[in-house]
């Protein structure tokens, strides 16, 4: 275990160490930052104090290593379009991605889990059939699409939600938070949705065909030979392991959601980091998008390392396999 462990944390670090790289060429191949720090007016004696002082002057590998070391410690320099610290930035807009993320993860697992089950049961059935069929929309269609008509039905023509914004919001520490008032869950509810809908019908589809593999295996038809109730067999043995590989589905899937939020918050201009980044790239905010980058580099890498240890933790063949393996050598 403790083995496994080090060996995921290891790539971890490689990964983050290639999306550094990728962040910090960001400063060196878009544009030159100090003409995005100081105006026309500025002099050429001006200009290279200010590169002197950036440490613009170092060499490569010197720059990239402090731009490691300042990652590290949450220090991603000033943004160019607001003079504020990144870091500031993304805190405030962080708390509005994390509860989109969350909830759309929520409402994406539950709903695609039982849909799943039930139309892998009641394959036959002509709401399995009417459920199937209607997921072909949520992995067809593309999400901004899904917004807009979700905005068009529930936001124009009935008037039930709101159409943008986060609603109201209570501070809670440093975290401010649209879950402990009325229109602040309300505004949650279609930009949740629409994030949220395609990775429901990709859940649910997955679960059903795990369901109809694991129920035609010989062990099941071996727990009905000894008279045990459908639902012992069907949800005691048949989806604990269907559930082994929707775990690791489930986690790549809501690190997608956190970083496909983009479109999503862009449609309902939800103030979360996605929307953010999408200001930087218009106004060229090198500091900005090289910090969302490694955030969203970040995220992958700890879901992924939780997931791994998920399914380490699920799957007893992986902990069989592990010693044999050293026996072996």
């Known amino acids: 275990m403790f083995a496994f462990i080090v060996r995921r944390l290891l790539q971890s670090i490689v990964v983050m160490l290639v999306v550094a790289l990728v962040a910090f ?74 509860e989109l993320a969350v909830t759309s993860a929520a409402f994406a697992l539950t709903l695609g889990i ?63 938070t649209g879950f402990l008032t009325v229109s602040g869950l309300q505004a949650l509810v279609l930009p949740a949705v629409t994030l949220g809908l395609y990775q429901l019908t990709l859940i649910m589809r997955l679960v059903r065909a795990e369901m109809l593999e694991v129920l035609r295996t010989d062990y099941i038809k071996f727990a009905r030979a000894r008279g045990l109730t459908n639902r012992s067999v069907n949800f005691g043995h048949a989806l604990k392991n269907t559930l082994v590989p929707v775990i690791t589905i489930t986690g790549l899937q809501l690190g997608s959601i956190i970083a496909f939020a983009i479109i999503t918050e862009t449609v309902f201009q939800w103030p979360g980091v996605g929307l953010l980044f999408i200001i930087a790239i218009r106004f060229v905010d090198i500091p900005v998008m090289a910090a969302y980058l490694i955030l969203i580099a970040l995220f992958f890498v700890i879901i992924n390392l939780i997931v791994d240890l998920l399914y380490y933790i699920v799957d007893p063949r992986l902990r069989v396999e592990a010693p044999t393996a050293r026996a072996a050598a």
């Open 25 to 98: 060429s960001l400063f060196n191949f878009v544009g030159d930052p100090i003409n995005n720090m100081v105006g026309q007016e500025a002099t050429m004696k001006q200009r290279a104090e200010l590169r002197e002082q950036l440490g613009l002057n170092d060499p490569v590998p010197v720059q990239f290593l402090r731009f490691v070391g300042n990652a590290v410690q949450g220090e991603f320099g000033i943004s160019y379009r607001t003079t504020r610290p990144v870091a500031e930035l993304i805190a405030e807009r962080l708390p509005a991605t994390i």
């Open 114 to 176: 039982i849909l799943g089950v039930y139309s892998a049961l009641n394959r036959y059935g002509w709401i399995s059939r009417f459920v199937m069929t209607a997921s072909l929309i949520g992995v067809s269609l593309p999400t901004f699409l899904i917004g807009i008509l979700l905005i068009w039905l529930f936001a124009v023509n009935l008037q039930w939600l709101p159409s943008y914004g986060r609603g109201e919001v209570v501070s809670l520490g440093g975290w401010r």
